[in-house]
């Protein structure tokens, strides 16, 4: 009796462990995407979309921080079952993955200092200094820009210490994407910064998922959509 009470015990454990989603965030996504504190995903729109999803597939839930440069070592040992504010052109074996539908769109976009020129394209950044975010993957003309030394890419620890950067003009712009950086300047309505007019890219926002997904990529996908559809996700987008 004692012996199928434990293995009756062993394999509800192992079966409420098999149920688990983990889902990956990039902390320097920032605000209104992510808000972390004490090093736990508290708020934001990707806390919205998992608690959404994973209520909807009755699965119990967890947050993992997931650095940039490892999402994809992340995604193909099952440390995270899917993560989400991503774009298949960012990785580098995208096709190892299953990519959801386009859930919402973003654009990177250029702040600069009232007291400097406005850039409106990329020759604008010419010899310039351009904060970025480590790991960011950016549009092709401005990644090869970069890579010819053109334009002296920059990596800041997070947006926030961008803006001071760019507001003591130690930086001659900063790009991001529009969302956090909109955020950021609500946040700061005395700052001497504007966005430029100029949208250097515009892309498609989807969620990844590892090979190692516990349940069918299709069902997830189903779920999303039903949350797009509904208007849900947008709706997400636009909480405070």
């Given at each position: 009796m004692r012996t199928c009470l434990?293995?009756?015990?062993?394999?509800?454990?192992l079966g409420a462990h098999a149920e688990e989603l983990r889902w990956g965030f990039a902390t320097?996504?920032?605000?209104?995407?992510?808000?972390?504190?004490?090093?736990?995903?508290?708020?934001?729109?990707t806390h919205r979309l998992g608690t959404a999803t994973g209520q909807?597939?009755?699965?119990?839930?967890?947050?993992?921080?997931?650095?940039?440069k490892r999402i994809e070592e992340f995604l193909m040992r099952g440390r995270?079952?899917?993560?989400?504010?991503?774009?298949p052109q960012w990785l580098e074996g995208p096709q190892r993955f299953h990519w959801s539908a386009p859930l919402y769109s973003e654009d990177d976009v250029l702040l600069t200092h009232n007291q400097q020129p406005l850039v409106t394209r990329l020759e604008d950044l010419q010899g310039k200094v351009l904060?970025?975010?480590?790991?960011?993957?950016y549009s092709e003309a401005l990644m090869r820009a970069f890579a010819a030394g053109q334009i002296i890419r920059q990596d800041v620890r997070d947006l926030s210490t961008s803006l001071n950067l760019l507001r003591k003009q130690r930086l001659d712009a900063v790009i991001d994407m529009r969302?956090?950086?909109?955020?950021?300047?609500?946040?700061?309505?005395?700052?001497?910064?504007?966005i430029s007019p100029w949208v250097v890219e515009r892309y498609a926002m989807h969620c990844?998922?590892?090979p190692l997904l516990p349940m069918p990529a299709e069902r997830l996908d189903?779920?999303?959509?039903?949350?797009?559809?509904?208007?849900?996700?947008?709706?997400?987008l636009a909480a405070p």
């Open positions: 434990a293995l009756l015990l062993l394999s509800l454990a320097a996504d920032g605000m209104p995407y992510v808000e972390v504190h004490e090093q736990q995903l508290r708020g934001g729109f909807r597939l009755g699965m119990e839930l967890s947050f993992i921080e997931t650095p940039n995270i079952h899917v993560i989400c504010n991503a774009n904060g970025t975010q480590l790991g960011y993957v969302r956090p950086i909109s955020y950021q300047l609500a946040k700061r309505p005395d700052a001497p910064l504007r990844s998922y590892s189903q779920v999303l959509l039903e949350l797009r559809e509904a208007g849900e996700i947008e709706r997400m």
